[in-house]
């Protein structure tokens, strides 16, 4: 097995026991952009960790449309549940190629009664996903418009996976105008006028399906306000 994933910050307290049965009992494995990890009502034998690429996770609205939750990178625990007498509860997909760490969730399990320090990190994380979740219902709210919702998603994606350029911060992943649509929540031709509207102001550059938040400041203030600063 590679030896990238033991590096993980999030690993950095873990016990070297739980370290060794990880090693042992762990095993990476490659997924090409696209491809399912789990799916939702499918009981999970495994806790995976995201060790390269990207990964969604996303559920079905009761018209089967795609309404994604969450982009998780490096590092990231993807598992809803971590114990194996749960179910997950939604779909987890790869964005691009991906290496992903699999553990059986026995293994995982009992690596926790034995470790705290996996128990804390197991928590600090669902605790992350339950606050991004809350951050997400507040700027939904009907009272924002479409421009600041998708504005916000945007920031936020070029402080996860920005790169900075001379134009501005590059959100390095494809991002089409669909993949943001479900992000959204929202129709395709809602999503594209929404696009060009920020294209308009000012605060996003498009080239095909790469974005590039001109000004994260600017931005920001715009999401939270609605207030266009030159």
């Given at each position: 097995?590679?030896?990238?994933?033991?590096?993980?910050?999030?690993?950095?307290?873990?016990?070297?026991?739980?370290?060794?049965?990880?090693?042992?009992?762990?095993?990476?494995?490659?997924?090409?952009?696209?491809?399912?990890?789990?799916?939702?009502?499918?009981?999970?034998?495994?806790?995976?960790?995201?060790?390269?690429g990207k990964s969604m996770i996303y559920n079905?609205?009761?018209?089967?449309?795609?309404?994604?939750?969450?982009?998780?990178?490096?590092?990231a625990l993807l598992n809803e549940h971590v114990?194996?007498?749960?179910?997950?509860?939604?779909?987890?997909?790869?964005?691009?190629?991906?290496?992903?760490?699999?553990?059986?969730?026995?293994?995982?399990?009992?690596?926790?009664?034995?470790?705290?320090?996996?128990?804390?990190?197991?928590?600090?994380?669902?605790?992350?996903?339950?606050?991004?979740?809350?951050?997400?219902?507040?700027?939904?709210?009907?009272?924002?418009?479409?421009?600041?919702?998708?504005?916000?998603?945007?920031?936020?994606?070029?402080?996860?996976?920005?790169?900075?350029?001379?134009?501005?911060?590059?959100?390095?992943?494809?991002?089409?105008?669909?993949?943001?649509?479900?992000?959204?929540?929202?129709?395709?031709?809602?999503?594209?006028?929404?696009?060009?509207?920020?294209?308009?102001?000012?605060?996003?550059?498009?080239?095909?399906?790469?974005?590039?938040?001109?000004?994260?400041?600017?931005?920001?203030?715009?999401?939270?306000?609605?207030?266009?600063?030159?």
């Amino acid at each position: 097995m590679r030896q990238s994933w033991k590096s993980f910050s999030c690993f950095s307290t873990l016990s070297r026991k739980t370290m060794e049965e990880f090693e042992k009992y762990g095993s990476i494995e490659i997924y090409k952009k696209g491809e399912i990890i789990f799916r939702a009502k499918e009981e999970l034998e495994y806790v995976y960790f995201q060790v390269s690429g990207k990964s969604m996770i996303y559920n079905l609205t009761h018209h089967g449309k795609r309404k994604i939750l969450f982009i998780f990178g490096k590092e990231a625990l993807l598992n809803e549940h971590v114990m194996n007498s749960h179910y997950a509860s939604f779909y987890c997909e790869t964005i691009e190629k991906s290496k992903i760490l699999k553990i059986p969730a026995s293994c995982f399990v009992g690596c926790m009664k034995e470790d705290f320090a996996l128990v804390q990190m197991v928590l600090e994380n669902q605790e992350r996903k339950i606050w991004r979740l809350g951050h997400q219902l507040k700027n939904t709210m009907g009272s924002i418009y479409m421009e600041r919702k998708l504005a916000a998603k945007l920031w936020k994606l070029s402080r996860d996976f920005g790169v900075e350029t001379e134009d501005g911060i590059l959100i390095d992943m494809s991002l089409s105008v669909t993949f943001l649509a479900d992000m959204m929540g929202a129709p395709r031709e809602t999503t594209s006028k929404t696009c060009k509207m920020l294209v308009d102001y000012g605060l996003i550059s498009m080239n095909r399906k790469k974005i590039t938040v001109v000004d994260p400041e600017r931005m920001a203030k715009f999401y939270k306000t609605g207030e266009i600063s030159m």
